[in-house]
């Protein structure tokens, strides 16, 4: 892989990242409400509002708001939480680990479930055993997310009792068992995304001259599907997995919410009822970095399946 490919898209994510900087900061302070008031509650004095919005800087004109606000970040300081009184880049690395464990796991479990049921509907195709997955899977895409997660941890959380019904664990093996509700409800969702992107294109591939040639040679079955079929069909699976992870962390946002889970999608939550101006742009950014460097590493896996996106 040459080295300007891979410098020129990180340069791609600089304008990406200001952008979002920006806004950010604007939309933010669109929010309804004030966020002194919602930190003080509703019997403070004006007086004591008042003097609440010039210690958070609230009284400065936006312009100047958004020069400290971009000094600070220079920094690497993103402020304190203005209802918890904690840093915010404490807070994020307290809790991003938790996410990220969380977006990882599901991911996993959608690629365990898809590879294998896409392979089989698309080599049983036009069978009931193909109808059954894909009809599955529609059922599962026009859910949401909540509703998913609502039903799972009813039935096999507090009905049945097989999973815990919130938390985090503190080994592995705890983060595993305590996730694996959360991890199903996102994964299964991303899961129907991929079968039917995946079931498609391994039909396509299925009909190429070179898989054609490839079993004229003689080889097995298996090893025409995994050597040439299934190695082009994933190009544009693997694509559309890096553009869905951004939706894979959003959905984190409500699922750990539902399940009590100590990530920063429920510290974001708190934190746009609570008008925390400092941590919600916190945690935005951060998102959209780590969304920016999940589009990066899906493009440089797809030019490593496909050479000549490099030269495009």
């Not at 896409?118 to 894909?134: E, H, K, N, Q, Y």
């Not at 050597?227 to 951004?246: D, E, K």
Request: no cysteine; proline share 5%; net charge positive.
């Amino acid at each position: 892989m040459r080295a300007t490919y891979v410098i020129k898209r990180l340069l791609q994510i600089i304008p990406t990242f200001i952008a979002v900087l920006i806004l950010v900061f604007l939309l933010v302070r669109l929010l309804p409400g004030d966020p002194a008031s919602a930190i003080l509650g509703d019997r403070a004095t004006p007086e004591i509002v008042e003097r609440t919005r010039r210690e958070l800087g609230l009284d400065k004109p936006l312009p100047v708001q958004f020069g400290i606000f971009v000094q600070n970040l220079l920094r690497g300081d993103l402020g304190e939480s203005s209802s918890l009184k904690v840093p915010v880049f404490r807070l994020i690395v307290e809790r991003l680990p938790v996410t990220l464990f969380l977006s990882a796991y599901a991911a996993l479990i959608a690629v365990l479930l898809a590879v294998p049921l896409a392979v089989l509907a698309a080599v049983r195709r036009d069978t009931w055993v193909d109808s059954l997955i894909r009809g599955v899977f529609q059922v599962a895409l026009s859910l949401p997310v909540f509703y998913v997660a609502l039903q799972l941890l009813t039935l096999l959380g507090a009905k049945l009792g097989w999973f815990p019904i919130g938390g985090y664990g503190d080994s592995l093996k705890d983060h595993l068992y305590h996730l694996f509700l959360p991890a199903l409800t996102l994964g299964f969702n991303l899961a129907a995304i991929l079968v039917r992107t995946l079931r498609n294109s391994i039909l396509e591939v299925l009909t190429a001259e070179y898989v054609e040639f490839a079993r004229s040679k003689g080889l097995q079955s298996r090893v025409v599907m995994l050597r040439h079929v299934l190695r082009n069909a994933l190009i544009s699976t693997v694509t559309l997995l890096g553009l869905n992870i951004g939706a894979l962390i959003g959905g984190a946002v409500i699922t750990e919410s539902v399940f009590a889970i100590p990530g920063v999608g429920r510290l974001m939550i708190d934190s746009i009822f609570g008008r925390d101006y400092p941590v919600i742009q916190g945690l935005t950014l951060v998102f959209a970095v780590l969304v920016s460097l999940v589009f990066l590493m899906t493009d440089l896996i797809h030019a490593r399946l496909d050479p000549r996106v490099e030269h495009a």
